[in-house]
């Protein structure tokens, strides 16, 4: 199957059908136009960190999984919608069998001006061997998850993890020219006196780092009330010995940044419990099986893999995703003290 261009086809049903014509951009009903899609390409992953999983997780059978020309078509109808930003996830991505085709088929999209950004979010371990062709495919830009430096730590968190393969997917990203962006989940029991000394590290690579508080998204084996650390409560923290700027940086992203003044470098802070980040959302996630999620705290689901497996046209995978952004709700309900998690979906299927 060739890569999947919209553009033709849709301009000629469109001009054949002038009184179904659709919009030309995705705008949901609260008026936020929806730029940014985020693509798990599988739900697997060769770590099992202890707020993100179940130790022994029971992954999707390949039928259920998209194949690498229908996440190409999905992807590049949204890019003919007006995505202007693509990032790919997991799971791990990087352990989706032929993943690099993938990267290169969307690299049309950079080539074309169609797409802003190809980009993708890791958890580093098989970096090295890829970040090269990363650089070489227009990645310019990519976000890896590391939630300590300690070793020992890191092989709990991860349930078994090297350390030493991430940092060193991170040392080749670097060298080949890519831009990291450190993502770390704030522990309020594993890494909490340690994140200065993260924060520092990645500076000091001239990486920009990212905490997150942890999300109640699918049943894992912990409790995550006993792990949730306000980042209000870090932020003071960190005022009390540094002197955070507010940025009107952004990625595109949650993320409100900060600078460091004595770093010199940006934290971003994404704070889905202590202050939501709803009501500039530009982003939809798409998962590994075809389901579009438009808010990533809530059980909202459209089945886009019906739709293409049904021999759906162009115009009609188009209304359906119409369809779908126009239900996008306003905000999310994520309460980390619920007796059950806000989101039945793990975010390793969601897609981060």
Not at 138 to 149: A, F, M, P
């Amino acid at each position: 199957m060739t890569p999947y261009d919209a553009s033709p086809a849709q301009a000629a049903t469109r001009s054949a059908h002038p009184a179904s014509r659709l919009p030309s951009r995705l705008i949901d009903g609260f008026g936020r136009a929806v730029t940014y899609l985020r693509v798990s390409v599988t739900d697997r992953c060769d770590l099992r960190c202890t707020y993100c999983m179940a130790e022994h997780m029971t992954f999707l059978p390949k039928a259920e999984v998209l194949s690498l020309e229908e996440l190409d078509r999905l992807a590049s109808t949204f890019v003919g919608l007006g995505v202007r930003k693509l990032r790919l996830t997991g799971g791990e991505p990087l352990v989706r069998k032929g993943i690099m085709t993938l990267v290169e088929s969307l690299s049309r999209h950079l080539r074309s001006g169609a797409l802003d950004e190809l980009t993708m979010t890791t958890n580093g371990t098989q970096l090295a061997g890829h970040a090269a062709d990363l650089a070489r495919l227009g990645v310019r830009r990519i976000n890896v998850s590391l939630d300590t430096l300690k070793p020992d730590l890191f092989r709990r968190l991860t349930r078994g993890g090297d350390l030493s393969k991430v940092l060193a997917g991170i040392d080749a990203a670097l060298a080949a020219g890519i831009q990291i962006k450190v993502n770390a989940v704030a522990l309020k029991h594993d890494n909490a006196e340690e994140l200065p000394a993260l924060i520092q590290w990645a500076h000091g690579l001239g990486a920009d780092m990212t905490l997150i508080e942890t999300m109640p998204l699918g049943e894992i084996d912990e409790d995550r009330t006993d792990q949730y650390l306000s980042l209000k409560d870090v932020r003071r923290e960190l005022s009390s010995f540094w002197t955070l700027t507010d940025l009107a940086y952004a990625t595109g992203g949650p993320a409100r940044y900060v600078r460091v003044e004595e770093t010199g470098g940006r934290l971003g802070l994404i704070t889905p419990l202590s202050h939501n980040f709803c009501e500039a959302c530009n982003r939809v996630r798409l998962t590994c099986t075809g389901t579009l999620h438009t808010c990533l705290g809530r059980d909202d689901a459209s089945d886009l893999r019906a739709v293409i497996r049904g021999g759906a046209d162009d115009a009609e995978l188009e209304r359906a995703i119409f369809a779908a952004i126009g239900a996008k709700p306003q905000g999310h309900d994520f309460q980390i003290d619920g007796a059950r998690p806000a989101v039945a979906r793990h975010m390793s299927t969601t897609g981060g």
